[in-house]
């Protein structure tokens, strides 16, 4: 049985925690309503990306994959 106490720490570590320690990717970008905006490779930026395709199950390989737009070129990214 989880007592008060171990309730109020993990509730407390959820709030306080970085975010890289939630499993928040940190070559993501997020903007203001908290969707990807942007992907790092290779030490460079890539802005205009869209999510093409994603699970909704807690099961499985969680692929992702993107729509990004690099001037006049497009490409498509699986995570």
């Given amino acids: 049985m989880?007592?008060?106490?171990i309730f109020c720490?993990?509730?407390t570590g959820l709030m306080f925690a970085k975010n890289m320690c939630l499993e928040y990717d940190p070559t993501n970008t997020r903007g203001p309503d908290d969707t990807i905006?942007?992907?790092l490779i290779d030490g460079a930026e890539i802005p205009g990306c869209k999510e093409a395709l994603?699970?909704?199950?807690?099961?499985?390989?969680?692929?992702?994959c993107w729509h990004m737009k690099n001037n006049k070129e497009q490409f498509a990214?699986?995570?």
């Fill in 54 to 64: 994603s699970s909704l199950s807690l099961r499985g390989r969680a692929t992702r």
């Fill in 9 to 11: 720490d993990i509730l």
């Fill in 77 to 79: 990214i699986k995570d």
């Fill in 2 to 5: 989880v007592t008060h106490s």
């Fill in 37 to 39: 905006v942007a992907i």
